[in-house]
Nanobody, 127 residues
Framework: QVRLKESGGDSVQAGGSLRLSCAAS????????MGWFRQAPGKEREGVAA????????YYADSVKGRFTISQDIAKNTVYLQMNNLKPEDTAMYYC????????????????????WGQGTQVTVSS
């Protein structure tokens, strides 16, 4: 059982930055896909970014490319999401997710492919 705990959410003004953290309770092996998802009120959950823990390959939604960066610290079992130039449309609950034993692929943005989920951290961007 892997427990994921997100932190770093806050309220910021447009143009600001935040760094979200996702701490995993168990060792992140070299064959997982760690993803960040978000869900705004009244909207469907969407994949934001993902990273393959083995290769370090990263994946991004078009809406965040060039503004968000996903990274990992294997020693700390932690995945980060650096969010720059935040926009009001980035406002959402952000969730960390892990797919055990499966590296990221073209499916990275598909929530059902992930086995474990955190409780979420709220990001609010005001204009």
């Amino acid at each position: 059982q892997v427990r994921l705990k997100e932190s770093g959410g806050d309220s910021v003004q447009a143009g600001g930055s935040l760094r979200l953290s996702c701490a995993a309770s168990a060792y992140i092996n070299n064959n997982e896909c760690m993803g960040w998802f978000r869900q705004a009120p009244g909207k469907e959950r969407e994949g934001v970014a993902a990273i393959s823990t083995g290769s370090g390959s990263t994946y991004y939604a078009d809406s965040v490319k060039g503004r968000f960066t996903i990274s990992q610290d294997i020693a700390k079992n932690t995945v980060y999401l650096q969010m720059n130039n935040l926009k009001p449309e980035d406002t959402a609950m952000y969730y960390c997710a892990a797919s055990a034993l499966i590296p990221c692929g073209g499916w990275w943005y598909s929530g059902p492919m992930y086995n474990y989920w955190g409780q979420g951290t709220q990001v609010t961007v005001s204009s």
